[in-house]
């Protein structure tokens, strides 16, 4: 593909109801990061991929937060029982070797939950 | 820990005037460091890098940046401002490559015609 997709674009939720947010990430890209950015905040760091394995989730702030990359491409962030304090936009990055060297990343998943 | 300051929210400038974008960073060892633009509804995209190579650091689109250790600093300058030059930069540190970034809040650049 030409770039990092990110699916929804947009995303409302209740509060209380799970969300499953899609990153599509360059093809044959190893790496793969999600970031969290408040609204007038930089991105802040959630979990980090090297193909399907999941090497670095430090950044999650609860154990609500669930990313997965079973095969190595796409990758899904799951929030489950959405807080309000969820709301953010959801960045998804890719770089085509074993580090973070130079980051591609998609235009975001904006999550408002009500 | 990491951290990166960004001083500076929003900076205005006037076009053709010069660019100095703000970024101090705080680092227990050597730092990797890097500018970031992001353009209205679009990704963050990669400015320039500095990777304990040379100290001056020359980008994309004019800009370039200079690792200062003494200063801890990384700020980030173009000569002349272009009105496509407005958008949000970000300046990030990492320890070694393939860790996570740490990012500063962000920089709003507004260029006066």
């Known amino acids: 593909g030409a770039g990092v997709s990110q699916s929804p674009r947009y995303k409302v939720a209740k509060r209380g109801q799970d969300v499953a947010l899609r990153c599509d990430p360059i093809?044959?890209?190893?790496?793969l990061f999600w970031y969290q950015q408040a609204l007038g905040q930089g991105p802040e760091f959630l979990t980090y991929?090297?193909?399907?394995?999941?090497?670095?989730k430090s950044g999650l702030p609860s154990d609500r937060f669930f990313a997965e990359r079973p095969e190595g491409s796409v990758s899904t962030l799951k929030i489950q029982r959405t807080q309000q304090e969820d709301s953010a936009v959801y960045l998804c990055?890719?770089?085509?070797?074993?580090?973070?060297?130079?980051?591609?990343f998609g235009s975001g998943t904006q999550l408002s939950v009500l | 820990a990491q951290s990166v300051t960004q001083l500076g929210s929003h900076v205005s400038v006037s076009e053709g005037a010069l660019v100095l974008l703000r970024c101090n960073y705080s680092?227990?060892?050597?730092?990797?460091l890097f500018w970031y633009v992001q353009y209205p509804n679009q990704g963050l995209q990669l400015l320039l890098k500095?990777?304990?190579?040379?100290?001056l650091v020359k980008g994309i689109n004019g800009f370039e940046a200079e690792f200062k250790k003494s200063e801890t600093s990384f700020h980030l300058t173009k000569p002349s401002a272009h009105m496509s030059d407005a958008a949000e930069y970000f300046c990030?540190?990492?320890?070694?490559?393939?860790?996570?970034?740490?990012f500063g809040a962000g920089t709003i650049l507004r260029v006066k015609s």
């Open positions: 990055a890719s770089s085509r070797r074993k580090s973070n060297e130079k980051l591609f």
């Open positions: 093809s044959g890209h190893v790496s």
């Open positions: 991929f090297q193909n399907e394995a999941q090497l670095d």
């Open positions: 680092s227990s060892v050597p730092p990797y």
């Open positions: 500095y990777t304990s190579a040379a100290t």
């Open positions: 990030a540190v990492s320890e070694w490559q393939g860790n996570k970034l740490v």
